[in-house]
């Protein structure tokens, strides 16, 4: 099945290990055939992999972009999913958890990003919860 891909002017991506950036125009592109394709968007550098959620990405990531050290990024992977678990209690994000893990089993590493980056808005939530504000709001009642 084709993926047409539409492009901002200079927008980069990384097609099958190399990276390529469009022009001075929106362009579109059509992949007739199976290729390993993420937009700059969706690209995290290693130094970028600074929450627990980001720590997961990046290994899928890796594993997407460079088959060939899958074991060393599997491993990596294994252990920061495994650390992320233990922390989590909240059952939707442990059955996140679980599908992303099983994505990562069948090679569906794309499809594993982007439920990891539902994992990023769980993360943030929490990271910005405020009971302080929320206790002076609690005050106004």
Same mark, same amino acid.
């Given at each position: +099945?084709?993926?047409?891909? &539409?492009?901002?002017? #200079? ?5 099958? #290990? %190399?990276?390529? $950036?469009? #022009?001075?125009?929106?362009? &579109? ?5 199976? *290729? ?10 290693? *130094?970028?992999?600074?929450?627990? *959620?980001? !720590? ?6 890796? +594993?997407?972009?460079? %088959? ?16 992320? +678990?233990? *922390?989590? =209690? ?5 059955? &996140?958890?679980?599908?992303? &893990? ?5 090679? @569906?590493?794309?499809?594993?990003? +982007?439920?990891? !980056? ?13 009971? $302080?504000?929320? =206790?002076?709001?609690? @005050?106004?009642?």
């Amino acid at each position: +099945m084709p993926l047409k891909l &539409s492009l901002k002017p #200079g927008e980069k991506f990384v097609l099958n #290990g %190399a990276v390529l $950036a469009n #022009g001075d125009k929106r362009i &579109s592109l059509v992949l007739q055939n199976k *290729a390993c394709v993420l937009r700059e968007k969706d690209i995290l550098q290693p *130094a970028d992999a600074t929450t627990p *959620a980001r !720590r997961i990405y990046l290994p899928i990531m890796m +594993m997407y972009l460079d %088959a060939e050290n899958f074991e060393e990024y599997y491993t990596e992977f294994a252990l920061r999913m495994t650390e992320f +678990m233990g *922390a989590i =209690q909240t059952r939707a994000v442990l059955a &996140s958890c679980i599908e992303i &893990s099983r994505d990562v089993a069948n090679g @569906a590493y794309y499809k594993a990003l +982007m439920g990891c !980056r539902k994992l990023f808005e769980f993360e943030q939530e929490r990271l910005s919860y405020d009971p $302080a504000g929320l =206790q002076e709001h609690a @005050a106004h009642y």
